[in-house]
């Protein structure tokens, strides 16, 4: 798997993983757990994770659908 997001918004969140199923391509949000050991105050950053074999194909949907700003390298 391979790291494309790192951000705290849920529905940035929500919107890729929303991309992806619908592309067919297998996601993670990493870290989701970690809202417990910090009081659910969202200050910790989720990590949204990807098939490593179909990156370039899930950040070209996520640049489509004007997220290029919050890519990872």
Known sequence: MIE???TNDAVLLSF???LMK???IHCLIADQ??????GSL????RRFLVESDRED??????KDAGLAAE???
């Open 16 to 18: 890729a993983e929303s």
């Open 33 to 38: 757990g970690m809202s417990i050991l910090e």
């Open 4 to 6: 494309l997001i790192r």
């Open 71 to 73: 890519l990872r390298g």
């Open 22 to 24: 619908e592309a067919g």
């Open 42 to 45: 969202g200050m910790l950053p």
């Open 57 to 62: 194909e899930a950040r070209r949907i996520l």
